[in-house]
């Protein structure tokens, strides 16, 4: 990155959309006792017997101050290297940065940051909300770029152009595939945004944590960072606690600001463990695959409930073609279920009017104990009416859940 993006930051910091979810973050806070907690999304089975073996090993019969907190393993390094590579990124040992989690990255990068006091982060959305408040603890300006449902929701070049002029935004970050929709970006989309984003000297952010859970055999998301002239403008951030069941996360880049940070911060167990879930072997395809059937399985099954829960719902107020419940969209690759509850907007739980997806959250959880992310949650439009549901949790539990929701929709007046 050039010295224009390290100028002394004067601002302060900048919450307007934080405030937006501020509502939705307090009710997760009181949700946090729910019955069934459907706000997570966890992987569906956890690591592979294999994955698991190395980080006991690790634990029980090496030393552990070698290669400890603050030392990387050269294996995992290499193996990094070699994931991105297989994306067609080609970045070396030094660009690596391993952590936790994505985000701890990202606190990382931005506070190497010095952006001028015009200076703004660009978010595309629906997004995760947490991308937006943890800029502003780096007091980082943010503003969203919104995908539109006729496009898919996926933004196009026209909708990042017209972001771009109007926002003076130095960075951009989205999510390949996007958390939460899950629909992905493929090579030709990625390419006209490169267009744009070079047309305008942006560094980029691509969190693509979600890229191993893909359900379409011949199309695949695509690294921004793989197209020609992006790597030098492009961190790009990967991991394998939504795929394999590691918690850890680790990006490539060229930043240099980054070299004052140490490499890992990641205990051995964990870096042995993620050694293994690395290789390509027929285990871990296996795994893989199998995640990947049983997250389609999930959608199936939901699709399926949305239908007798129409049915049902119909029966029930003495309608006849009312769309009660439908997918938001059917999700490509990701393990969460965006549905949509327009059927019910404007009618009453007691004496509160069902405005937004939020209201509707709580009336769900107060009656039958299941609590769910709005959609207010990542900047969809309340009025759209969606609940972020996890694939994660067993088949039982969904049909079970699903059964509690109907029920608690037809107490609404």
């Keep these: 990155m050039t010295s224009e993006y390290f100028t002394p930051n004067l601002r302060k910091p900048q919450d307007g959309l934080t405030l937006k979810i501020k509502p939705v973050l307090e009710y997760l806070n009181n949700c946090k006792n729910a019955q069934f907690d459907w706000t997570t999304s966890t992987p569906l089975s956890p690591p592979s017997q294999k994955v698991r073996q190395a980080a006991i090993n690790a634990y029980f019969y090496e030393e552990m101050h070698t290669y400890g907190f603050s030392v990387m393993h050269e294996t995992l390094l290499n193996s990094i290297v070699s994931y991105f590579n297989r994306k067609s990124i080609l970045c070396s040992k030094d660009k690596i940065q391993v952590r936790y989690t994505s985000f701890d990255i990202l606190r990382d990068f931005y506070a190497s940051l010095r952006l001028d006091e015009d200076g703004v982060l660009l978010i595309a959305a629906p997004t995760f909300g947490y991308y937006v408040s943890q800029a502003a603890e780096c007091r980082i300006k943010t503003k969203l770029v919104f995908a539109k449902g006729e496009n898919g929701w996926k933004i196009t070049p026209e909708d990042l152009e017209e972001a771009l002029e109007q926002s003076n935004a130095k960075l951009f970050l989205f999510t390949n595939?996007?958390?939460?929709?899950?629909?992905?970006?493929?090579?030709?989309?990625?390419?006209?945004?490169?267009k744009v984003i070079k047309k305008y000297a942006v560094f980029t952010i691509s969190d693509e944590i979600f890229s191993e859970i893909s359900f379409d055999p011949n199309t695949q998301p695509y690294s921004i960072a793989a197209v020609d002239g992006m790597f030098e403008r492009t961190l790009t951030l990967g991991?394998?606690?939504?795929?394999?069941?590691?918690?850890?996360?680790?990006?490539c880049g060229p930043l240099d600001c980054l070299d004052t940070y140490p490499v890992s911060g990641i205990l051995k167990p964990i870096q042995m463990a993620a050694i293994e879930a690395l290789k390509i072997t027929s285990e871990n395809d296996q795994y893989l695959a199998a995640s990947i059937d049983q997250y389609q399985s999930r959608i199936r099954?939901?699709?399926?409930?949305i239908i007798l829960m129409n049915d049902d719902l119909n029966e029930f107020y003495g309608t006849t073609d009312i769309t009660y419940v439908e997918p938001f969209i059917i999700p490509n690759a990701t393990n969460i279920f965006l549905l949509s509850v327009p059927g019910v907007f404007k009618r009453k739980a007691g004496q509160t009017k069902i405005n937004n997806s939020l209201d509707l959250a709580k009336c769900i959880h107060q009656i039958v104990g299941i609590a769910m992310v709005p959609g207010e949650g990542f900047f969809i439009e309340g009025r759209k009416m969606a609940l972020r549901i996890p694939m994660s949790i067993t088949a039982t539990e969904l049909q079970d859940g699903l059964a509690r929701i109907l029920g608690a929709l037809k107490t609404l007046l």
């Design 177 to 194: 595939p996007v958390n939460p929709t899950g629909v992905f970006y493929t090579k030709a989309e990625v390419e006209e945004l490169s």
């Design 239 to 251: 991991g394998l606690g939504k795929s394999k069941g590691v918690r850890l996360s680790f990006s």
């Design 301 to 305: 099954l939901i699709q399926d409930r």
